[in-house]
């Protein structure tokens, strides 16, 4: 059997979440987790304006070899949705490998210990919260050494307050269809109707906002955030139409404008979710 130690982390949804099913999986596919470590903020590495991480390290005891703990890790992140698109992106999970025993493996595709570990607090503070005097094979350093040494000061904090991280990251929205239905009055096709143009339209409305914010508009981010709201009460989605109010009047009075960024790819995420459900009600209204 082999000690291996892996770093889990989530800018993007229910990030607590995503963390959570990760060790589900990671005890699924890769082996038993030995130990854990709390759950950390920390600002993004490499690029900086993408909105903060949950991190989150893990002992895990398994009788995989390297490359089947690769394609493990691989498949996990895949499962949660993690889509690679630009480097040190935004994702729903990232699942690095930290160590694998005392091994050194330098191959293209596969290089461990992670080599860009010795130089990030967000993954040598959890792990050396689990692993403080576990040496680094390369260095030939103890992990708290590492962090003690460290030069990176973006912010990494413990945290406590679980569940507010998980309520601000919600990626599920309940929808309430009473104002549709009574419009309605009765009639699918119409309900089916709206839930096709909310599903067609909704999506080019939140790339407008995602352009403006980006530019730092924050006329047009008000504005494109204004549109919006009607159509999110009009579906019934009122948890949704509330955060959608909060981006608005964040951009209309210049408030706490680094938050908005980070409120709108949760929005964005959660929305996702609204359309599966919305398309969920269509198909038992075709059925029926």
Sequence with gaps: MHRIYLLLGSNLGDRL???????????TEIGKIERKSSVYRTASWGNTEQPEFLNQAVCVISALSPYELLTAVL????????????KWGSRTLDVDILFYDNDMINEPDLIIPHPLLHH??????????????LYHPVSGKKIKELLSELSDNLYVEKTVNLSLVQDMNKTTFEIDMSYLNEIADGNAEFIIDMIDIFVEQTPGYFDQLAKAIHEKDWKTTGDVAHKIKPTLTFMGAAEAKEQMAEIEHNARTLERLEEI?????NLRESCNS???SLENIKQNLLKG
């Design 120 to 133: 990030r607090r967000f993954a040598l503070a959890p792990l050396e919260e689990i692993a403080p005097d």
């Design 17 to 27: 979440w995503y963390l959570q099913q990760g060790c589900q999986l990671i005890e």
């Design 75 to 86: 498949l996990i992140e895949k499962v949660l949705g993690r889509k690679r698109v630009e």
């Design 274 to 276: 609204l359309y599966s």
């Design 261 to 265: 960024e980070e409120k709108f790819n």
